[in-house]
């Protein structure tokens, strides 16, 4: 049944997730027909991709249904924002009726009782959810692996990862799986993984939208936001995330084509884990970071050098407010030795530590976000690379190897040379978390071996709809 009404629409992968929405909100498309194309996307890509982990074909196709009869007896005016739309959950996020893994074999994989905040919100607005995807265990990481379930590959290149934590989402993006996702950014969890899989990506600014939010976390850091193959399709999918109250004059989607006012934007390869982990950026890193800047100054912008000291306590301060959930995860002793070498040694440590060192992590990191947002103040926008390396192959930062015929493989490596690996990999988004800003990872390059690279542009508190406009300026250019 579901490629026989896949057969029916083959354009139905050509379309953007607006002119989707409207395709079905207009009737012209039945939810059961969009439903049907995107799990048969799923059915032929996803075991070379592992993009999911679950997938729950049967529960979307009776949601499909019942979108098409509601639209049958409501009519178009009384239809919810997304009406019939496809989409898939980050498996750190409850879906009623589906196991939440966490990425942990560590964990017992009951189904969840209830959505989660994120779900419900979007399930409420029309979606039909089609699964969940992969990530790192308890969405710790950059890359996507765990001892679940495959790992997330990158579509551009099956060697390599897709990113993390919200990995799978990308991949599933990027390779047509869904039109577009809910991810969530503690860390760089979405930009991160929009960067490699030439996404674009949008961590909001703390507290905009209000089901992004995660237990345990202490310092703040979590967010939801979108990530899509267009900036129009994030303003769609943020326009569903943040409550009516909160959005600019007529939403953010009719908002995106326009082009923002001149703007000071800031340029920067500072980091603060550049005193405990000294890296290197690569040549394709720069090559995106300056053609995004050549693009910025050809919209008429003025883009200038910015020079940001960070103090170098911060690596100590994010790490011990990071991986602090962790440690009181609830996992039974004789399960402890499932857990992935980072984990199991990161949680060990948290346990070990007082909640006194806790807080004084929590007491540094309020007072980086003050100095930080006054140097980042200077300018309109910050922009550095959104990675400095190119997508790392799969196992590269456990030091073992993942390939499709001998998962789960080894995982050789130690905690510290990983996290390590991921800091240097990533070391322009965690400090953005910390300070509760917005900020989009942009597709602006390809390598000369196909892989994507982004920037990265941060903004002020409330400037989401700036940071979607540049994307849209950056993709017309």
């Not at 074909?57 to 924002?81: C, I, N, T």
């Not at 989009?440 to 406009?469: F, N």
Request: aromatic share 6%; hydrophobic share 40%; net charge negative.
């Amino acid at each position: 049944m579901v490629d026989s009404l896949a057969i029916q629409h083959p354009e139905i992968g050509q379309l953007s997730a607006v002119e989707l929405r409207d395709a079905l909100a207009g009737g012209e498309l039945p939810a059961r027909e969009a439903t049907a194309h995107f799990l048969s996307v799923i059915e032929s890509r996803n075991k070379h991709l592992g993009a999911f982990i679950t997938v729950t074909a049967e529960q979307a196709m009776s949601d499909a249904a019942a979108a098409d009869l509601r639209y049958v007896r409501r009519g178009r005016k009384e239809l919810p924002f997304l009406h019939g739309i496809p989409l898939a959950f980050k498996d750190l996020t409850d879906v009623a009726g589906v196991p939440t893994t966490h990425g942990s074999a560590a964990l017992e994989h009951k189904p969840a009782p209830e959505d989660g905040a994120l779900a419900a919100s979007l399930k409420a607005q029309g979606v039909v959810s089609l699964g969940k995807t992969q990530v790192p265990e308890f969405g710790l990481t950059a890359y996507s692996e765990n001892r679940v379930a495959p790992p997330s590959r990158n579509p551009y290149s099956l060697a390599r990862s897709s990113g993390g934590s919200s990995g799978g989402s990308a991949a599933a993006v990027a390779a047509g799986m869904i039109p577009f996702a809910p991810g969530t950014d503690g860390g760089g969890s979405i930009r991160i993984p929009a960067g490699a899989c030439g996404l674009v990506g949008l961590k909001p600014g703390r507290g905009l939208v209000p089901s992004g939010d995660s237990a345990g976390d202490a310092a703040k850091l979590v967010v939801a936001g979108p990530l899509a193959r267009n900036a129009a399709d994030a303003a769609l999918l943020l326009d569903a995330l943040v409550p009516a109250r909160d959005k600019p004059d007529g939403g953010y989607l009719a908002n995106v084509g326009r082009a923002p006012e001149p703007l000071r934007i800031g340029v920067s390869l500072d980091s603060p884990w550049a005193s405990t982990y000294p890296f290197e950026v690569e040549a394709e890193a720069l090559d995106a970071l300056n053609h995004g800047r050549t693009l910025l100054e050809q919209a008429g912008h003025k883009v200038g050098e910015a020079d940001i000291r960070y103090d170098n306590r911060y690596p100590q301060a994010f790490t011990t407010a990071w991986t602090a959930s962790v440690g009181s995860a609830r996992i039974a002793p004789q399960r402890e030795a499932l857990l992935t070498p980072l984990t199991r040694t990161f949680r060990r440590r948290a346990q070990q530590r007082s909640a006194a060192k806790l807080n004084e992590a929590l007491g540094f990191l309020r007072q980086f976000q003050q100095d930080t947002i006054a140097q980042y103040s200077q300018w309109d926008v910050i922009l550095t690379p959104t990675l400095a390396q190119t997508p790392r192959p799969i196992g590269w930062f456990t030091g073992g190897g993942h390939s499709t015929e001998q998962w789960p493989g080894e995982w050789a490596g130690d905690a510290d040379e990983d996290y390590k690996r991921q800091c240097e990999y990533a070391p322009w988004s965690s400090m953005v978390n910390v300070c509760g800003l917005p900020a989009v990872s942009v597709p602006v390059h390809t390598t000369e071996g196909g892989l994507p690279m982004g920037i990265q542009l941060i903004g002020s508190m409330g400037s989401e709809l700036r940071l979607l406009q540049l994307a849209a300026v950056l993709e017309a250019a």
